[in-house]
């Protein structure tokens, strides 16, 4: 298989590089970041790197129909870019999906679309289900925009598969492990890890009851490469999580004991972090019938043995 991963120098995208070139694909990643996270595949035969922008349309067109399947992950991401740089966002995530969609119809080429959980807001109707309502605040309030990109990008897959082009969307439930963000930026376990390695308090946003469900790369990996061979996976949109709810509390105390750090855990107000353009989502739980049943697969990775894997591999980084 000749694999196009569009964000591909990224967390996700290096570990899906990884998995299909060890099952002898050829791989081609499109990205405009630096190729620190898929350096190490570039001693392979078979892989590539084409430092470009998803939304260079020359560039695209001739990596799509060179693919077999094309994966799009390409998207500005982080909870920083969606306060700080909306435009950005809705930009890069919906009219690049436009282009890779546009371009794979052109070509007759699958696409599996990277998209996310936040999609279902702040819908208290948890476990999200894949055809559950979305609960969204206002498009006043920028931390939104992320969601609404996603979501945007969603519906332009759907449009592209009633005219007849394969499909799948990936909704994926807050995906941590090793090449995860730099430390203390990103996500909550980056920013945790760069605390707890310098010994310093994990600081928890809120009262540290919010949930998450939390999907180590590997599990997240084997679902995602089933999506690009499952046909009866086309046309829909499946969670990738596990079912394993934890507290961000309890997170920050796991990782403590984990590391044998003597970190405390402290709590500080969400407004002295984000200003008034954020809101936290409560529970976050997929349902995974679907992820079971289309794709054969399940989150197989307890939280407390990916953390400790996670954790290693950031100490090791770090000295
Ligand atoms: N990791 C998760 O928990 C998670 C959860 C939900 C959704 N997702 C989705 O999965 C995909 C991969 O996420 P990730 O966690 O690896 O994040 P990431 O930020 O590490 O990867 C995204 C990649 O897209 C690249 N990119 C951004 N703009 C680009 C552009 N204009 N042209 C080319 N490349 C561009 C970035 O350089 C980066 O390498 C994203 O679409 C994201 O929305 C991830």
Redesign the pocket.
């Known amino acids: 298989m000749k694999v196009l991963i ?9 570990h899906l590089s990884e998995a299909w070139l060890a099952r002898g694909s050829q791989v081609t990643v ?4 630096s190729d620190a ?1 898929v350096r190490h595949l570039r001693a392979q035969g078979g892989f590539r790197m084409i430092r ?5 349309r020359d560039i695209l067109e001739g990596l799509v129909a060179w693919a077999d399947l094309v994966y ?7 909870v920083e870019h969606y306060v700080g740089d909306p435009y950005q966002v809705l930009t ?2 919906i009219n ?1 999906t436009q282009d890779v969609l546009a371009a794979a119809f052109r070509h007759g080429r699958k696409v599996v679309l ?5 999609v279902y807001g702040r819908s208290p109707a948890v476990p999200f289900d894949e055809d559950g309502d979305r609960v969204l605040g206002s498009t006043r309030v920028d931390r939104w925009c ?1 969601a609404t990109s ?1 979501a945007a990008a969603e519906h332009l897959s759907f449009a592209f598969w009633r005219m007849g082009l394969p499909v799948v969307v990936l ?6 492990g090793p090449r ?2 730099q430390m203390d930026r ?2 909550v376990v980056t920013i945790f890890m760069g605390q707890l390695l310098r010994g310093e308090p994990l600081t928890v946003i809120g009262d540290g009851s919010q949930t998450r469900s939390f ?1 180590y ?1 590997d599990d ?1 990996v084997r679902a995602t490469v089933a999506a690009g061979l499952a046909p009866a996976a086309v046309g829909q949109a499946i969670n990738i999580g596990s079912e394993e709810e934890v507290s961000i509390a309890t997170l920050a105390s796991m990782m403590v004991r984990l590391a044998g750090s003597a970190s405390p855990v402290i709590f500080v107000p969400k407004e002295a972090v984000y200003d008034r353009g954020y809101e936290d989502i409560p529970r976050r739980v997929p349902a995974v019938r679907r992820m079971r049943e289309l794709l054969g697969a399940r989150a197989e990775i307890p939280l407390e043995e990916g953390l400790a894997r996670t954790i290693e591999w950031f100490k090791r980084q770090s000295r």
């Open positions: 569009t964000g591909g120098a990224g967390f996700l995208g290096s499109l990205d405009l970041a996270k470009e922008s998803v939304l260079n799009h992950l390409a998207a500005v991401v982080g890069v995530n690049g990277a998209s996310t959980s936040e992320y996603k909704r994926y439930f807050n995906v941590y995860l963000d990103g996500r999907t790369v997240a």
